[in-house]
């Protein structure tokens, strides 16, 4: 009796699992492996760049009075976990995508860069699971408010940065043409 007709023979092979059986993955905060979205990559990517401004400020204001080298290398360590952890959302951006990290070697190459980075921003990932890894869970609403806020904060910054710099600039024109 062949295993072909017979239904009740093992089957012989490994990809019986079906699509619909495996589980989404939590997206991890500090991780290099598995998959990240495009609306998670930029609710962190923005979120974590508000709070490290805020931790690199603070550090410089306590150090520096004590000694300005001090003040330095609170920064310059803030600013290496600040790049660390920029990298690693970019690697699993990557792997939602289904490529490599090493992709992120193209961010060193004018308008490749760019490119690249409308790729990460706009494309949307593979869907199911890849080598990388399962899919990530349905966004929360958490992550819905932080992005909403992070875009708004960033309006609100190049708004205040205009309030300031308008008024700056038609003064220095006056002072020019005197």
Same mark, same amino acid.
């Given at each position: 009796?062949? @295993? ?8 012989? @092979? ?13 997206? $991890?905060?500090?991780?290099? /492996? ?14 974590? /760049? ?75 990932? $593979? ?12 966004? /929360? ?9 992070? +875009? ?8 205040? +940065? ?17």
């Amino acid at each position: 009796m062949s @295993t072909v007709a017979n239904p009740y023979a093992s089957p012989e @092979t490994a990809d019986l699992v079906q699509e619909k059986d495996i589980q989404p993955a939590e997206p $991890k905060i500090f991780s290099f /492996s598995g998959r990240l979205g495009r609306l998670r990559l930029v609710t962190y990517l923005l979120v974590s /760049s508000f709070i490290f401004m805020v931790a690199c400020s603070l550090a410089v204001a306590v150090f520096t009075p004590v000694s300005a080298w001090l003040g330095a290398l609170a920064y310059v360590v803030l600013l290496l976990v600040s790049m660390v952890y920029g990298f690693s959302l970019y690697v699993r951006r990557l792997h939602d995508l289904g490529h490599s990290g090493i992709w992120l070697l193209l961010f060193v190459l004018p308008l490749v860069n760019l490119g690249l980075l409308i790729y990460l921003l706009f494309f949307p990932g $593979k869907e199911g699971t890849n080598e990388y890894g399962p899919r990530t869970i349905p966004n /929360s609403s958490g992550v819905i408010v932080g992005f909403i806020l992070s +875009i708004f904060f960033g309006i609100a910054s190049i708004g205040i +940065i205009a309030a300031i710099a308008i008024p700056a600039y038609q003064n220095y024109v006056e002072r020019a043409q005197m």
